[in-house]
């Protein structure tokens, strides 16, 4: 279980708990976290739970895959801490991570 | 003009009712919401039922779209296993299943689509699966396994997810296509034959251009699949693959306007302007082709939530989008954006053979459609030039080592 902030691009911050197993994506789709659209479920297939990690944690949540980087590449509002959010799986080394979402997931 | 107190109903639990549910809570929709839905679950994804959720790599709270306690969270009162039988929309009412009635000031309709059922003799035997429902892919999973023979009838997406699968699973997987090539209505030529090349290298059998003409069985159990040219492929289950046909008939009957699908504007509204139609059983305008169709995906299913959601709430109407939609099959994962209409020229950018392309379908010089393998720039640029109408330097699109950033003319 990891507790983790999602902040929306206007400021709200929705704080949730999140069981081990479940992806960021999850956490916050089934918390009913608005700002991340997750259309394909988490394929890795749509490039719309984009977030970006808060710095201090961008080591802990891992590298991104060769097919994460590559649809992040043509995604909007890109930086250099954008992350899938489906792509990064939640344990217990997660708890008290921030993330930031995009004004826009299309 | 909105009205955040009316009582909405929403008949159908599947993704495209789910997520309407959820986002009229999420636009500010203060008033009653019921979701009425068929099958005993909640909401939940279909697309990991031929692919994850086959081979156990998803679970049932995975698939759920929300936790059960979503919708008493937020007063949406979903009510599963029941069904409406009758649409009364001179009193704006919903007859259900169970004989008592609804009232609705504004009606959802996300009945989906039905898998087709072939009209052959034999077609009632056990062991003849459909995937549409986790209760389908349940059913399935229990019939493939080691050493059993699955018979895949229809080479189309869910016919080929469900043979990568069963292979996984250590089944016999064999396709039984009635057209001489595999995806024939979705896809192109190359695309066809690189995916019967993969499945074939993974030891799925095909039978391509044969007509079931029937199924054979013991004691009431499939034994075998009857072709034409009078071989019979011997099964221990078939799945049955050959498309799907809109849950229509309700809206039909009420007098709603439909075309193989209820018909409805951009706002994804029917023609009485309580009621609006989204997901599999919606005929909807597609205003960067110009013409309306019907689709059977996840990202249609969700964006014409969106528009329902925001017409009902006043919100702006969501930007127009680009469809497009995914397949998984072995360790390729393919992507397509648009739907190749009026086009004059395909063409190919990288090797089949690599394991990694794009087809473009284009219509002069503007992209209609991408069908990707493995290649996410190619699909995600693609989605983008189909959607700004860019025209784009053939040579350059034909050209690897230009960057798909580089591509328009």
Same mark, same amino acid.
């Given at each position: ?7 929306? #691009? ?10 081990? =197993? ?41 590298? $991104? ?9 043509? /995604?909007?509002? !890109?930086?250099?801490?954008? &992350? ?23 | ?35 009425? %839905? ?60 169970? =004989? ?44 493939? =396994? ?12 869910? =016919? ?19 057209? $001489? &090539?595999?995806?024939? &209505? ?5 695309? $066809? ?9 993974? %030891?799925? #059998? ?14 009431? #159990? !499939? ?6 040219? %009078? &071989? ?8 049955? %693959? ?9 809206? /039909? ?9 209820? !018909? ?18 919606? #005929? ?21 939530? *969106? ?55 284009? *219509? ?5 459609? !991408? ?39």
């Amino acid at each position: 279980m990891a507790k983790i902030t999602y902040i929306e #691009h206007d400021g709200t911050e929705h704080v949730v708990d999140v069981k081990t =197993g479940l992806t960021v994506m999850e956490g916050a789709v089934k918390n009913n976290v608005p700002g991340i659209d997750a259309d394909c479920g988490g394929a890795c297939a749509c490039a719309t739970c984009h977030v970006y990690v808060d710095e201090a944690w961008k080591d802990k949540t891992g590298e $991104s895959s060769a097919m994460e980087e590559s649809m992040l590449d043509f /995604a909007e509002n !890109v930086e250099p801490n954008s &992350r899938l959010s489906c792509q990064i799986k939640v344990s217990d080394a997660l708890d008290g991570l921030i993330v930031r979402l995009p004004e826009s997931q299309h | 003009m909105s009205d955040l107190s009316a009582n909405v109903v929403i008949l159908g639990a599947g993704h495209a009712g789910g997520t309407a549910a959820a986002l009229l809570r999420q636009y500010g929709h203060a008033g009653p919401i019921s979701l009425i %839905g068929d099958e005993p679950l909640a909401p939940y994804q279909r697309p990991p039922l031929s692919k994850a959720w086959l081979k156990g790599e998803a679970d049932a709270d995975s698939l759920a779209l929300k936790p059960l306690e979503f919708y008493a969270e937020h007063q949406i009162d979903f009510r599963p296993n029941i069904r409406a039988v009758k649409l009364r929309r001179s009193d704006k009412v919903v007859e259900l299943s169970d =004989g008592s009635t609804l009232h609705y000031d504004i009606l959802i309709l996300a009945t989906g689509a039905r898998a087709i059922k072939l009209p052959v003799p034999g077609a009632d035997l056990a062991g003849l699966l459909e995937l549409r429902t986790a209760a389908d892919a349940e059913a399935l999973k229990a019939a493939v =396994g080691p050493g059993k023979r699955l018979a895949v009838v229809g080479g189309g997406y869910i =016919g080929l997810e469900v043979a990568a699968s069963g292979r996984a699973l250590g089944a016999e997987v064999v396709v039984i296509e009635r057209e $001489s &090539r595999l995806l024939a &209505r979705v896809a192109c030529e190359a695309l $066809s034959s690189f995916f019967q090349g993969v499945h074939e290298t993974h %030891g799925v #059998h095909f039978e391509m251009g044969a007509s079931v003409t029937g199924f054979v069985g013991e004691n009431g #159990h !499939v034994t075998g699949v009857t072709l034409a040219d %009078g &071989r019979t492929i011997a099964c221990d289950a078939a799945v049955i %693959g050959v498309g799907a046909t809109p849950n229509d008939e309700l809206a /039909a009957e009420s007098g709603l306007e439909t075309a193989r699908g209820v !018909v409805v504007d951009l706002e994804a509204r029917t023609s009485d302007p309580s009621i609006f139609a989204i997901g599999d059983v919606a #005929h909807r305008p597609m205003p960067i082709y110009g013409r309306m169709f019907r689709m059977e995906s996840v990202p249609n299913a969700l964006e014409q939530a *969106k528009q329902a959601a925001s017409a009902i709430t006043g919100r702006p109407a969501p930007a127009g989008e680009v469809p497009w939609q995914w397949s998984d099959q072995y360790d390729l994962k393919l992507q397509i954006a648009g739907y190749a209409f009026d086009t004059d020229e395909v063409l190919l950018r990288g090797d089949p053979a690599s394991g990694k392309f794009a087809v473009f379908h284009l *219509k002069g010089d503007q992209i209609q459609s !991408v069908e990707a393998i493995n290649s996410p720039p190619e699909f995600m640029m693609g989605k983008q030039l189909i959607g700004n109408r860019k025209s784009v330097s053939k040579a350059k699109l034909s050209d690897l080592s230009v960057s798909m950033k580089e591509v328009v003319a």
